[in-house]
């Protein structure tokens, strides 16, 4: 299976150009699905009819549409997605893959020195000849790689050397390689697109704070005070695993670019204390990979004949934005990105807790939704179908590292914050 990235700025034109049109009649654009759904399978044309009401309600309301991140990729509110899909170069999926286990999967202690970055996956495809790289991250895409560029280069090239044609990080050609692989989403949700890292980082603290002042009131002594957890030392033995790793690292680098091998030792001494404090991911359950609360779930599939038409009709008609995610509930991120000249779909997203519950989430909250849209994937079952998890299992590729910049925090949790913040901003106003 191909998973080449076709026409990816041609996808990022249309993305720049969203927002800025006039106008249209939302009886127009119901008119338009109506015809685009005219030759879709029976369960589509249902699933819109049964929809329709929502629907108009979701175009005739203008919900805020994705906007551009900059010179590529899909923004909603503050939050931006970046897709890329790169060919490996030989040996590449190898040293990545051993890479990525010998960290356990988790690259928190990296990935959390960009500070813009809410999660990451990487995942491996086409018989592992292709990678996939996507992620989800605050503001403008140039800021964004920036960051990276200023904050962890080394990581960047220990990583990216086994992409085929790599030019190195600090290269002048190197964002115009990363726009060349990139593919721009043509739905993209966020469960809370105004919230940054740095700001969802304040919330944690201040709803910390809050937690802990009604504590000390509620008791009549007062709460002790908390004492910080002693870091255990390591053993000899800890230290002798974590040397055989660093070892297995410089055997698999031997063969690789000379950037990657100079990568690589120069971030030995950080990347020894990470192996060392690697906890790893989790898995979600039936597949995926899960890190703390949060999982994902990475699915690629063809489209049935007229399929990508419809689906990108759809798309269109919603502005890019499918804020039925929020019926969900444990929804973070979800993103729609057509891959191979419009063939195949690659349906991923962010979601907290375990896989069956997830989806059994789609099934009982939107799914006339979800026929909606998967009717023009090639074998879609339908939600109600008994095999329709099968179904989605056949086509889910688990990621092979997953990144969340809150790990504990659930979209709940994540709305109670923001719930409690407010409030306090509140009466400080009032006492101010």
Same mark, same amino acid.
């Given at each position: 299976?191909?998973?080449?990235?076709?026409?990816?700025?041609?996808?990022?034109?249309?993305?720049?150009?969203?927002?800025?049109?006039?106008?249209?009649?939302?009886?127009?654009?119901?008119?338009?699905?109506?015809?685009?759904?005219?030759?879709?399978?029976?369960?589509?044309?249902?699933?819109?009819?049964?929809?329709?009401?929502?629907?108009?309600?979701?175009?005739?309301?203008?919900?805020?549409?994705?906007?551009?991140?900059?010179?590529?990729?899909?923004?909603?509110?503050?939050?931006?997605?970046?897709?890329?899909?790169?060919?490996?170069?030989?040996?590449?999926?190898?040293?990545?893959?051993?890479?990525?286990?010998?960290?356990?999967?988790?690259?928190?202690?990296?990935?959390?020195?960009?500070?813009?970055?809410?999660?990451?996956?990487?995942?491996?495809?086409?018989?592992?000849?292709?990678?996939?790289?996507?992620?989800?991250?605050?503001?403008?895409?140039?800021?964004?790689?920036?960051?990276?560029?200023?904050?962890?280069?080394?990581?960047?090239?220990?990583?990216?050397?086994?992409?085929?044609?790599?030019?190195?990080?600090?290269?002048?050609?190197?964002?115009?390689?990363?726009?060349?692989?990139?593919?721009?989403?043509?739905?993209?949700?966020?469960?809370?697109?105004?919230?940054?890292?740095?700001?969802?980082?304040?919330?944690?603290?201040?709803?910390?704070?809050?937690?802990?002042?009604?504590?000390?009131?509620?008791?009549?002594? @007062?709460?002790?005070?908390?004492?910080?957890?002693?870091?255990?030392?390591?053993?000899?033995?800890?230290?002798?695993?974590?040397?055989?790793?660093?070892?297995?690292?410089?055997?698999? +680098?031997?063969?690789?670019?000379?950037?990657?091998?100079?990568?690589?030792?120069? @971030?030995?001494?950080?990347?020894?204390?990470?192996?060392?404090?690697?906890? @790893?991911?989790?898995?979600?359950?039936?597949?995926?990979?899960?890190?703390?609360?949060?999982?994902?779930?990475?699915?690629?599939?063809?489209?049935?004949?007229?399929?990508?038409?419809?689906?990108?009709?759809?798309?269109?008609?919603?502005?890019?934005?499918?804020?039925?995610?929020?019926?969900?509930?444990?929804?973070?991120?979800?993103?729609?990105?057509?891959?191979?000249?419009?063939?195949?779909?690659?349906?991923?997203?962010?979601?907290?807790?375990?896989?069956?519950?997830?989806?059994?989430?789609?099934?009982?909250?939107?799914?006339?939704?979800?026929?909606?849209?998967?009717?023009?994937?090639? @074998?879609?079952?339908?939600?109600?179908?008994?095999?329709?998890?099968?179904?989605?299992?056949?086509?889910?590729?688990?990621?092979?590292?997953? +990144?969340?910049?809150?790990?504990?925090?659930?979209?709940?949790?994540?709305?109670?914050?923001?719930?409690?913040?407010?409030?306090?901003?509140?009466?400080?106003?009032?006492?101010?």
């Amino acid at each position: 299976m191909s998973t080449m990235t076709g026409s990816e700025d041609t996808g990022a034109r249309k993305q720049a150009k969203r927002g800025s049109a006039p106008p249209v009649d939302p009886q127009v654009k119901i008119k338009e699905l109506h015809e685009l759904f005219a030759d879709a399978p029976d369960l589509g044309k249902k699933a819109l009819d049964n929809v329709l009401r929502e629907l108009t309600s979701q175009v005739a309301e203008l919900p805020p549409p994705i906007e551009s991140a900059g010179r590529v990729g899909a923004r909603l509110g503050k939050i931006s997605e970046l897709t890329i899909v790169v060919p490996l170069a030989v040996g590449g999926a190898k040293r990545l893959r051993s890479f990525l286990r010998l960290l356990g999967g988790n690259l928190s202690p990296g990935a959390s020195k960009v500070g813009t970055l809410h999660d990451m996956r990487f995942v491996f495809l086409d018989n592992d000849t292709k990678l996939l790289f996507a992620t989800s991250f605050d503001g403008d895409w140039d800021t964004y790689i920036d960051d990276f560029v200023t904050k962890i280069p080394d990581y960047l090239d220990i990583i990216d050397s086994a992409w085929d044609g790599w030019p190195g990080i600090r290269s002048p050609g190197a964002k115009d390689y990363l726009v060349k692989h990139q593919i721009t989403a043509e739905g993209w949700f966020v469960a809370h697109p105004d919230l940054t890292v740095a700001e969802t980082d304040r919330l944690v603290r201040l709803g910390k704070a809050v937690d802990e002042f009604l504590d000390t009131i509620g008791d009549e002594g @007062g709460a002790p005070e908390a004492q910080p957890a002693e870091k255990k030392p390591t053993t000899p033995e800890q230290a002798r695993i974590v040397e055989q790793k660093i070892q297995k690292l410089r055997q698999l +680098y031997s063969d690789a670019p000379e950037m990657g091998r100079a990568a690589l030792e120069k @971030g030995l001494p950080n990347l020894t204390r990470e192996i060392a404090a690697a906890a @790893g991911t989790q898995s979600a359950g039936r597949i995926g990979a899960r890190q703390g609360k949060v999982s994902e779930l990475t699915a690629v599939a063809p489209f049935a004949p007229g399929g990508a038409k419809r689906l990108r009709g759809l798309l269109q008609a919603l502005e890019g934005n499918f804020r039925g995610g929020d019926a969900v509930g444990t929804l973070h991120d979800m993103r729609f990105v057509f891959l191979d000249n419009d063939s195949k779909l690659l349906f991923a997203t962010a979601y907290d807790g375990e896989w069956d519950a997830y989806i059994d989430d789609f099934v009982t909250k939107i799914p006339d939704a979800l026929d909606l849209l998967f009717c023009n994937i090639e @074998g879609w079952p339908g939600i109600h179908s008994p095999t329709v998890k099968d179904w989605l299992v056949a086509h889910q590729i688990p990621a092979d590292a997953w +990144y969340v910049s809150s790990p504990k925090l659930t979209v709940a949790e994540t709305r109670r914050l923001e719930h409690v913040g407010q409030a306090v901003e509140q009466f400080l106003d009032r006492i101010g």
